[in-house]
């Protein structure tokens, strides 16, 4: 007995089209607003003050319990090779090339794309937007710009509060508690960190997670049906979509930055 039919693969395959269009569209029309958004500042300051003030505080915590991780397995891998006093090193480079950044964008997925997800949904829900496109105000520019560009913006600041706090974990558990030299900890990162290959490649990371993790929290808001169950299903989706596509293109962006 057939559990499907051809028609249904081919009814599936064209919403797929469909909606990897309607997706491709909206990113272009938010990319054309970039001058529009940023002359009008207010609107992107407030939405960073709320993506980036309101996910501090989970972003630097997490950041410290990471460093404090990193460092005591760091010390006591590097302690069976007699390379301790490269703590420093191996707790900075993980965080700077791929936890800072990779992490970050997890957490703001989990934490700032939902709200996103659920701010737009639930306007859609109340037919807000349908109003707004009824008094002839684009709500692409209005509503998705300013939360687009803030999300872009707000990323690479998140992820350098996270490696930041890292740092400073890894500090504390093998400068304070174990007592790894001082000296040697700074030294090693002062020595062996590059600003262009290393934090630059970072910064590049977060950047795109942002583009990724924002946009994809405002499409699936966007397009979300208006009903709360439509709303739930889209913040879901939200959380999935985004943290597989971080982890997809962290593994492309390595490759791309770090084979020689």
Not at 90 to 111: D, K, Q, S, Y
Request: no cysteine; proline share 2%.
């Amino acid at each position: 007995m057939s559990w499907y039919k051809p028609s249904d693969v081919g009814f599936a395959t064209r919403n797929w089209l469909a909606n990897l269009g309607q997706g491709a569209r909206l990113f272009f029309e938010l990319l054309a607003t970039v001058v529009g958004s940023f002359r009008r500042f207010a609107l992107v300051r407030d939405q960073i003050h709320f993506l980036g003030n309101y996910s501090l505080v989970i972003i630097a915590v997490s950041g410290l319990f990471v460093g404090f991780v990193f460092g005591l397995q760091g010390y006591y891998t590097l302690q069976r090779f007699g390379s301790s006093d490269s703590l420093g090193l191996l707790v900075t480079l993980t965080l700077v090339r791929e936890l800072g950044p990779v992490v970050t964008a997890l957490l703001f997925a989990g934490r700032a794309g939902t709200s996103l997800t659920a701010e737009i949904g639930l306007m859609k829900a109340g037919e807000q937007i349908s109003v707004m496109e009824m008094m002839a105000v684009d709500p692409v520019k209005r509503i998705l710009a300013p939360r687009f560009w803030a999300g872009v913006i707000t990323m690479p600041l998140l992820a350098a509060v996270f490696s930041a706090m890292g740092i400073i974990g890894g500090w504390v558990v093998g400068v304070v508690m174990i007592g790894v030299d001082a000296g040697a900890f700074w030294s090693q990162i002062q020595g062996g960190v590059d600003v262009w290959s290393d934090v630059g490649n970072g910064i590049i990371k977060s950047i795109v997670f942002g583009f990724t993790v924002t946009f994809i929290a405002l499409l699936q808001g966007f397009e979300a049906q208006a009903t709360p169950e439509g709303v739930a299903s889209a913040t879901t989706r939200t959380v999935v979509v985004a943290s597989l596509a971080v982890l997809g293109l962290d593994f492309i962006l390595t490759a791309m930055m770090f084979t020689t």
